[in-house]
Structure formats: C-alpha cells, structure tokens
C-alpha cells in the first residue's frame, strides 16, 4: 500500500506561496498538505487555508520555543516535511533535530547574497537594486539553526532591469517561486 507523504507548511503573512503549494498537491495520491501552522492570528493566509479545507493551528511565541505544543501537533499529524512559506521565525533547535533534513524554506534572492535576519519581502529587492546587481532569483533551502544558511537545494534566477522596482522585482520572484516551490518540494519528498 502506498504510503501518503505529510506535509505541515509554517506560513506568518499573506500566503500566496503556501496556497500555491496546497493546490499544487491537492489532487496528489501520495503527498498530503495536512496542516497549516501560523504565528500570527490576523495573517490572511489564515483565510486561504480555510478556504481550501486545510486545518490550521495558530500558536505563540511560547507554544514554540517554550513548550512541545508544536511538536506534538506535528508528530500527531504524521508530519514528514516541514515547508516555510513565508514563515518569519527562527525555527527552534528541537525541530531542527527532530526534523534534520526535512524542513524547506525559499528565500527571495540567491543565497548566500541578502540572506539573514530582517532579509525578507521587500528589504531583499531594495538591497538587490540598491547594489546594482543584474540578476535575483529564488532559492530554496533546507533550514538549520540559522536563517536562511542550510544547505541549497536548488536556484532559479532571474535578469534585473535598469529600472527595476522592488514591487517589479517581487512579481518576477513571485513567479519563480510559483513555478518552482511545489515541484522541488515534490522531489525532496520522493527521496525521504
């Protein structure tokens, strides 16, 4: 019998990506998006979730660093990876080790360059203009104990005009993670 794959997708804002990702799968016999798990009560993609039947647990700051509470939701849920969409926080060193290689998050430029703490949305498109660099792109990373630092996955880049904006910036890395965040993600599973 087919084993079914279960994925908990960490998201803290809009959610455009973890929605993405849960239509890309909802039709998947093998890989399931079980559970939505939010730090932040007023995020929309709350709502997006809600929208496509996903169960969603919003937890605190406490729930995660100070207590099993996320841990014991996910090991209830028979969670086998870990996907950041938009996901603010460090995660905490439990789950990293509970989870080693089993946790994805994407970043918004092509790491090592404007990664690290407050490296998010917008700020990494200003920096990447403000620097005068040619290309951004995605890249999409297994998470360790320090932000956007564990090892590549995979890059997709993308040219930066002349007269680039950090919103036209952010539309062309939009479509990069749209098109390719579920596949990899796909992937990662099938070697687990």
Same mark, same amino acid.
């Given at each position: ?7 908990? %997708?960490?998201?803290?804002? !809009?959610? !455009?990506?973890? /929605? ?8 998947? =016999?093998?890989?399931?998006? $079980? ?21 969603? %647990? ?7 660093? $100070? ?10 849920? @028979? ?13 905490? =060193?439990? +789950? +990293?080790?509970?989870? $080693? ?38 890249? +999409? ?11 590549? +996955?995979?890059?997709? @880049? ?5 007269? /680039? ?11 990069? /993670?749209?098109?390719?965040?579920? $596949?990899?993600? =796909? ?6």
């Amino acid at each position: 019998m087919l084993k079914i794959k279960n994925i908990a %997708v960490f998201a803290s804002g !809009s959610g !455009s990506n973890a /929605e993405n990702i849960i239509k890309y799968f909802e039709n998947n =016999e093998s890989i399931n998006v $079980k559970m939505l798990l939010c730090n932040l009560p007023t995020a929309y993609v709350l709502r997006r979730a809600s929208n496509l039947n996903i169960p969603s %647990v919003i937890f605190s700051r406490n729930d995660l660093y $100070k207590s099993n509470n996320v841990i014991d939701k996910l090991l209830y849920n @028979k969670i086998d990876l870990i996907v950041l969409a938009g996901f603010l926080w460090l995660v905490p =060193e439990n +789950i +990293i080790r509970l989870y $080693k290689n089993r946790i994805v998050n994407i970043h918004p430029a092509l790491l090592p360059d404007y990664g690290g703490r407050g490296m998010y949305g917008d700020n990494v498109h200003k920096a990447v203009i403000a620097d005068g660099k040619k290309e951004s792109g995605i890249t +999409i990373h297994y998470v360790n104990e320090n932000y956007d630092d564990g090892a590549i +996955i995979f890059q997709a @880049k993308c040219k930066v005009a002349d007269i /680039e904006t950090p919103e036209s910036l952010a539309a062309k890395i939009h479509a990069l /993670e749209y098109e390719y965040y579920p $596949k990899i993600i =796909e992937s990662v599973l099938m070697r687990l």
